[in-house]
């Protein structure tokens, strides 16, 4: 006799504690993976099957200390927030970060704010969207669950506007260029991404040179996607990857972080519903290489 099998989404539905749902969300964005590969929700899981989940840190609020860590906030109302995050800072907890990101910090900033933010976990306490570690710049973050419901279905809808500084370690001779293909996340190595247009989700970059200075060159770069990594993997693949990437740059050129920062970010605001445009000057630390 065979032994039994149980779908995926109803096996970790019952294994987590998330709904069945919320387990089909995550496989339709290939982040769970059975034997290293993005599967189906009715992939059936066997008892030799190695099962990969995302981490579910967020989903644990008794977990994330509130912790007092300087906020560099452009704008602020009783609706949202727009934050400069810093080179270095992780966004939210998760493996080898349990306190000192974002999150926590934005979780005291709150607990002393007199307007008394609404987010809740399952709104991912307001975290709208993320940046890699060691990227730096604009990140909107919402005080309440309707707001972030609407910041949520404008980056969607993709209307919300985001530009970024990427500083590579060559001349890039075009002064202009669009890459579109889809990205997927590398069976082999969880913390690589690659070109897929098979199993990967779209993705739309566009760049454009700014000022080339001897053997360097500052890109202008826009997405209309905000896949992860993005940025970092098209510009690998178009033959400029991004100074100092520790994952995607050639071993002469690895560092700490990529050179890369979110300069500029313009959305609707859902309540005041005016354009809300900020930008923010070349950091330092981008300067410095040029």
Avoid at 36 to 52: E, R
Avoid at 62 to 76: R, V
Avoid at 98 to 103: D, E, S
């Amino acid at each position: 006799m065979k032994p039994e099998k149980e779908r995926i989404d109803l096996y970790l539905s019952q294994k987590t504690g998330l709904t069945r749902s919320a387990i089909q969300k995550l496989i339709s964005t290939h982040q769970i993976l059975a034997n290293g590969s993005p599967v189906k929700a009715s992939f059936l899981v066997g008892i030799l099957d190695n099962i990969t989940l995302p981490d579910f840190s967020l989903d644990k609020p008794h977990e994330i200390l509130k912790q007092f860590i300087p906020l560099d906030i452009i704008y602020e109302d009783s609706f949202l927030l727009v934050i400069n995050k810093p080179v270095g800072l992780v966004v939210q907890p998760g493996a080898g970060h349990q306190a000192g990101t974002l999150l926590n910090a934005i979780l005291h900033h709150f607990s002393v704010d007199p307007t008394r933010p609404l987010v809740d976990v399952e709104h991912r306490y307001g975290i709208v969207h993320r940046l890699d570690q060691m990227t730096e710049g604009l990140l909107v973050v919402a005080k309440t669950n309707e707001v972030y419901d609407d910041l949520k279905r404008q980056f969607q809808k993709r209307t919300v506007i985001k530009k970024y500084f990427a500083v590579i370690d060559q001349v890039v001779a075009k002064d202009e260029f669009v890459m579109d293909q889809a990205i997927a996340r590398n069976p082999r190595c969880r913390y690589r991404f690659f070109l897929d247009n098979g199993l990967g989700r779209t993705a739309w970059t566009s760049a454009k040179v700014l000022k080339r200075t001897g053997q360097r060159t500052l890109l202008e770069v826009l997405i209309k996607t905000g896949r992860t990594h993005q940025i970092r993997v098209h510009l690998f693949h178009a033959g400029y990857p991004v100074m100092g990437d520790p994952v995607y740059a050639p071993k002469k050129n690895l560092g700490k972080g990529q050179l890369l920062q979110a300069f500029y970010l313009a959305f609707l605001h859902p309540v005041l519903k005016k354009e809300l445009v900020f930008e923010v000057p070349l950091s330092e630390r981008l300067k410095r290489v040029l």
